[in-house]
């Protein structure tokens, strides 16, 4: 299955690498078989910028209801996220009723997860000044101004052809999967 980018589409970007001790490579082989087993996949992550029921669950919903197709999207960087690869036991849609994780997922050394279809690997550069921020605070923020620092993920609508300035900032992605509902999880 390829993922092609729509004009209008939601757009999750992520910077991705080394997370709770495993490399991106075995991550992706893991989770691989994750969807093999499970028929889903949840990607775990943690931060404020992308919480679960304040901004991803909204911004998914927004465009599903519009018909369009939610994608993440990740940049490969060097990372050093050593925290303890404990696996979440447990997940909530809304932060108060929980679940067991389904059979045949683990995710490790997360507070939320990103439930997704099958992952695809998919290099291809992206315009970062195509993208507006598309929930929370900073809505209408363009995704160059906005991923900065310690910020690295958001919800975005991609709008190719809008930029404002002739700038370019571009930014090559490696990997990316249709985001699926519930869209985002609490772990425990």
Aim: contains cysteine; glycine residues 8%.
């Amino acid at each position: 299955m390829k993922i092609d980018l729509i004009n209008g589409h939601g757009l999750l970007f992520m910077k991705v690498g080394i997370h709770a001790r495993e490399s991106l490579e075995d991550i992706i082989l893991r989770k691989q078989k994750e969807y093999d087993e499970a028929g889903m996949i949840f990607w775990g992550y943690g931060g404020n910028t992308c919480h679960p029921t304040k901004h991803v669950q909204p911004f998914a919903k927004e465009f599903s209801q519009k018909g369009k197709e939610i994608v993440l999207v990740m940049q490969e960087i060097n990372s050093n996220h050593f925290a303890e690869p404990k696996a979440a036991e447990a997940y909530s849609d809304d932060g108060f009723s929980w679940k067991p994780i389904p059979r045949g997922i683990e995710v490790r050394g997360s507070r939320y997860a990103l439930i997704l279809d099958e992952l695809e690997l998919q290099e291809f550069d992206i315009n970062m000044r195509d993208l507006n921020v598309a929930a929370g605070p900073s809505r209408g923020t363009v995704a160059a101004e906005y991923i900065q620092g310690r910020v690295d993920k958001g919800c975005f609508e991609l709008n190719l052809g809008h930029t404002p300035e002739k700038k370019s900032d571009l930014c090559r992605i490696s990997l990316c999967a249709k985001l699926i509902e519930p869209y985002a999880v609490h772990l425990r």
